[in-house]
């Protein structure tokens, strides 16, 4: 292979890398020494208590009428219609699918919640790990040593 064919190879490869997609790269030109992962306490906690707040409505606005479609199912059975257990299986239903929605909202919650106090902790592991027994940052050099 002669060195100009070589240099031609490179160059084509070169043009076809930078044609495909980036991972390590947002959509707005970003990537590369920028931010890899920027977390706002304040935004997760706006949002952590949003889904809090929509299980706590959601919990009293979904058993508003729960009480008296029982007691309506029960009277309906009482009296020999099929309806009445139409009816108790409709409330059974709504009553599980209205406690799944209700616990899938605390659990968005408090994964908010553990992922600001992870960050936390990451940060603070972050920014202490690196540093020697007197506090100064370490070097490459003494890293290095640790490392071998």
């Known amino acids: 292979m002669a060195w100009d064919e070589w240099e031609q190879l490179k160059s084509d490869a070169a043009d076809k890398r930078s044609s495909h997609m980036r991972l390590n790269q947002a959509a707005d030109g ?24 929509l299980r706590q409505k959601f919990g009293t606005d979904s058993d508003f009428a729960r009480p008296s479609t029982f007691t309506a199912s029960v009277d309906l059975f009482n009296d020999g219609l099929d309806m009445g257990s139409a009816l108790t299986e409709l409330h059974d239903a709504w009553n599980t699918q209205s406690q799944t929605l209700k616990e899938a909202c605390a659990h968005i919650s408090n994964h908010f919640d553990f992922t600001r106090a992870q960050h936390a902790k990451d940060e603070v592991q972050i920014r202490t790990g690196m540093r020697d027994a007197d506090g100064d940052l370490m070097s490459v050099s003494k890293i290095n040593e640790y490392i071998k």
Do not use: C, P, Q, S
């Open 30 to 53: 970003g990537g590369a020494g920028g931010d890899d992962l920027v977390v706002h306490d304040d935004e997760l906690g706006k949002m952590g208590n949003t889904a809090f707040e």
